[in-house]
């Protein structure tokens, strides 16, 4: 019987245990599945568990040790990936239902890295139709019904991950897999109060990822503290030829490769409270700005660029979304999406020309340009994650999320890296976040940054009480 | 920190992003795409036994959401048309030819 905290425990934490041989990955990864089967409905975390194939990789990942042949801190860990990374042999839905019987025959280029590293797939995490790239507007917009957030089930995990934030936070896995076209990682870290990264564009292959925005998608984890998102992208980011897009300059992530952060000049941006936002979140997200501030990190309040970040960033992930998605569009599958305005995004893309479209491409040039100056002047941004707590399951989330993401569609628009990591909780104990943004390959100061917070605070060990 | 009204280009959610789609040949009419059924749930664990989440819309809350949507993606439109650009530009679409492998001998 293994301990109960082996549930909520780091890679960091586990790792060694499983190296010394005093923690099987076999015994680890059957715990797992266990509670899978025992909570996954509570919280609609996995579209599919693949416990064959997890409890065979587990049994090489032991077998491995006693030949030798550790593989490094993944070796033997378990974890969850977002239902649109192709496994071999495993259906990948993408969210949806009607994709239910596609079977890719190959993995995509993280699950190959992962399985390299010596780490377990658990399953296939839920997630929000298509990740959510021709819209919703319900947490209800997934193939396995709304992501319930195990802090309190009534209330939405975040999208599009949203099983990969259910799993990792109601400890159905070490950690996962997400991906962000715009917020799809941040969010669920934010809701679910995990630390998760959304790495530059580029620093990590989609190759047998579903395309959602060709020019947008970011693949990255969500875990339970920063060395553990350092150790898990140190594992799948890198060139590979399958993505033409991937940075090919290898990018270094080691703790302190990052830029010193004694020398940093952080960009606070101001907020307006009185009208939107909750005021036990501001009051969290202070603590945060203070923890920070008492580190020694100068900060600045400065606005952003005034730049159409998010116009540029919404249009083209629009046009690119119904590019990626035409086939289903063409013969009517994007009706049985649960949304039902996706088969209507045909007839708001009529509005949009193709010289607007290649307008927007070219002011995306000049925000990145606009953006380039302004890291020249700051190394990073700190800013609420969310301004409000986790909504309900059932409500709009027009409505439940009324204010604007100026810094995501910064982020969105220009590819830069992102940091999520919990600091303290709002109303109702909900967990509440703060986000760390920084220049495009500057992972590792994000990283570096994250951990200085995280060896003050004590905000990323907090758990619900699962039972 | 102090306070600022957002602009209006910062009130474009993080939801409404969704609004902003794309081009097609073909136009779909409102009333199809409004009564468009869904498929039948399959039985599988998570979904099973769950009240939905978020009530049907009516035809009349379907088209009102359009109308939102639509008059989202006229405001995106507006920024995009009037942002001044000089003419030509900097080259920022990325094209690069793919070379043909050489052929073993």
């Known amino acids: 019987m293994l301990k109960s905290d082996v549930w909520f425990a780091t890679i960091d934490e586990l790792s060694p245990e499983i190296r010394a041989g005093r923690l099987s990955s076999v015994e680890l990864t059957q715990g797992f599945l266990d509670r899978i089967e025992k909570f996954n409905a509570r919280f609609n975390a996995f579209e599919r568990p693949t416990p064959e194939l997890a409890l065979d990789q587990a049994a090489r990942a032991d077998s491995d040790l006693k030949s030798k042949r550790y593989k490094g801190p993944l070796h033997g860990i378990p974890y969850a990936a977002k239902d649109l990374f192709d496994t071999r042999a495993v259906p990948t839905a993408w969210g949806t239902k009607f994709l239910r019987d596609r079977v890719p025959n190959e993995n995509a280029t993280v699950i190959d890295r992962l399985e390299a590293a010596g780490a377990v797939l658990l399953g296939k995490a839920a997630m929000v139709e298509f990740a959510g790239c021709l819209g919703y507007r319900f947490a209800n917009a997934s193939a396995t019904g709304p992501g319930r957030n195990p802090w309190d089930p009534t209330r939405w995990t975040g999208g599009s991950s949203s099983g990969s934030g259910a799993a990792v936070a109601a400890g159905l896995a070490t950690f996962a897999l997400g991906t962000e076209t715009w917020g799809s990682i941040l969010c669920p870290a934010a809701f679910c109060g995990l630390t998760g990264i959304r790495p530059t564009y580029g620093l990590v292959s989609r190759a047998g990822g579903m395309v959602g925005a060709y020019t947008f998608d970011k693949v990255g984890p969500l875990a339970r503290s920063v060395g553990d998102c350092r150790t898990i992208l140190a594992a799948i980011a890198g060139a590979d030829p399958r993505d033409p897009s991937c940075a090919t300059e290898k990018t270094k992530l080691d703790r302190g490769a990052g830029r010193q952060w004694r020398n940093l000049n952080a960009a606070l941006v101001p907020l307006d409270w009185k009208k939107v936002g909750e005021p036990e979140v501001k009051a969290a997200f202070d603590t945060a700005v203070a923890e920070l501030a008492g580190a020694g990190l100068r900060m600045q309040e400065t606005p952003l660029p005034d730049v159409p970040a998010a116009e540029v960033s919404g249009l083209l992930i629009g046009m690119e979304a119904l590019a990626a998605f035409d086939p289903f569009l063409a013969d009517g599958r994007v009706k049985q999406l649960v949304d039902d305005m996706a088969p209507r995004q045909l007839e708001l893309g009529q509005l949009v020309t193709g010289p607007d479209t290649t307008k927007a491409l070219r002011i995306r040039d000049a925000v990145q340009r606009e953006v380039r100056e302004f890291f020249q002047r700051f190394d990073v941004i700190v800013t609420p994650n969310f301004m409000s707590i986790a909504p309900p399951v059932e409500q709009d989330l027009n409505e439940a999320l009324p204010y604007g993401d100026p810094v995501g569609a910064l982020a969105a628009a220009c590819g830069l890296p992102g940091l999520a990591m919990p600091t303290g909780t709002g109303r109702a104990g909900m967990p509440v976040s703060f986000q760390i943004v920084a220049a495009p390959f500057e992972d590792a100061t994000l990283l570096d940054l994250g951990d200085l917070y995280q060896s003050r605070t004590r905000h990323h060990r907090a758990h619900p009480a699962i039972a | ?105």
């Open chain 2, 1 to 105: 920190m102090s306070a600022r009204v957002p602009t209006r280009r910062e009130k474009l959610t993080r939801r409404r992003f969704v609004a902003l789609a794309g081009a097609s040949l073909a136009a779909m009419t409102a009333g199809v795409a409004a009564a468009a059924p869904a498929e039948p749930a399959q039985k599988s664990g998570a979904a099973k036994a769950k009240k939905p989440a978020a009530p049907p819309a009516t035809p009349t809350a379907h088209q009102k959401e359009f109308e939102r949507q639509k008059s989202g993606t006229l405001s995106t439109l507006k920024t995009i048309r009037a942002y001044p650009l000089p003419p030509g530009g900097d080259l920022p679409v990325v094209f690069k030819p793919l070379r043909t492998p050489k052929k073993e001998r």
